[in-house]
Nanobody
Framework: QVQLVESGGGLVQAGGSLRLSCAASGLFFSINAMGWYRQAPGKQRELVAHIPSSGSTNYADSVKGRFTISRDNAKNTVYLQMNSLKPEDTAVYYC??????????????WGQGTQVTVSS
């Protein structure tokens, strides 16, 4: 079992910045990949950024050059630094983690989501 707790969402004007955090806790052997997804009203959930334990990163084309994903393995925490925010970034942002449990099997976990609203 893994619990993901997100924080850092809020209201910001276009061009502003926010930093999202997601801390993982529970009984697990290790956390493999972590990522951020978002879902806007009336739209499907989409990948924003992804980072495996190796540290390599992937970003959606819409956020490349503006968002940065990072992780602190000692704290089991993943971050999403969001700069130059646009109104179209408005969505609920969800943290995702792929964890290896005591059985040595990988499982997928999701946070509760945090609202990001960008005004024009």
């Amino acid at each position: 079992q893994v619990q993901l707790v997100e924080s850092g969402g809020g209201l910001v004007q276009a061009g502003g910045s926010l930093r999202l955090s997601c801390a993982a806790s529970g009984l697990f052997f290790s956390i493999n990949a972590m990522g951020w997804y978002r879902q806007a009203p009336g739209k499907q959930r989409e990948l924003v950024a992804h980072i495996p334990s190796s540290g390599s990163t992937n970003y959606a084309d819409s956020v490349k050059g503006r968002f940065t994903i990072s992780r602190d393995n000692a704290k089991n925490t993943v971050y999403l630094q969001m700069n130059s925010l646009k109104p179209e970034d408005t969505a609920v942002y969800y943290c995702n983690a792929k964890a290896i449990l005591g059985t040595m099997r990988q499982y997928d976990y999701w946070g509760q989501g945090t609202q990001v609203t960008v005004s024009s």
